[in-house]
């Protein structure tokens, strides 16, 4: 059974850097596209960006351009959201998914002075 696990949430001001991390196991990451999602309370969960199985992010949010990036380590079957320069209207829930409705639990990131 397919499983992610997000990790890496939590408070930073203005301006910081978080990274997120979502760990998977049950299925074989390199074969993959992961996508990063978020959600505020009250709204639908937004894509945030995809990490292909190789090459570019794809489907990435006008709203993270030249902040967010993604990245993986298939043989540590992790994949990363790297998160620059993070403003208040990132606070959010931040899940990572895989196709055929796998997600995390999702892990909370704050910004906020």
């Known amino acids: 059974q397919p499983r992610l696990v997000e990790s890496g949430g939590g408070l930073v001001q203005p301006g910081g850097s978080l990274r997120l991390s979502c760990e998977t196991s049950g299925f074989t990451l390199k074969l993959y596209t992961i996508n990063w999602y978020r959600q505020i309370p009250g709204k639908e969960r937004e894509l945030v960006l995809s990490v292909s199985r190789s090459g570019p992010d794809l489907n990435v949010a006008n709203s993270v351009k030249g902040r967010f990036t993604g990245s993986r380590r298939d043989d540590w079957n992790t994949v990363y959201l790297q998160m620059n320069n993070l403003k208040p209207d990132d606070t959010a829930v931040y899940y990572c998914?895989?196709?055929?409705?796998?997600w995390g639990p999702g892990t909370q990131v704050t910004v906020s002075s």
């Open positions: 998914n895989r196709v055929g409705n796998y």
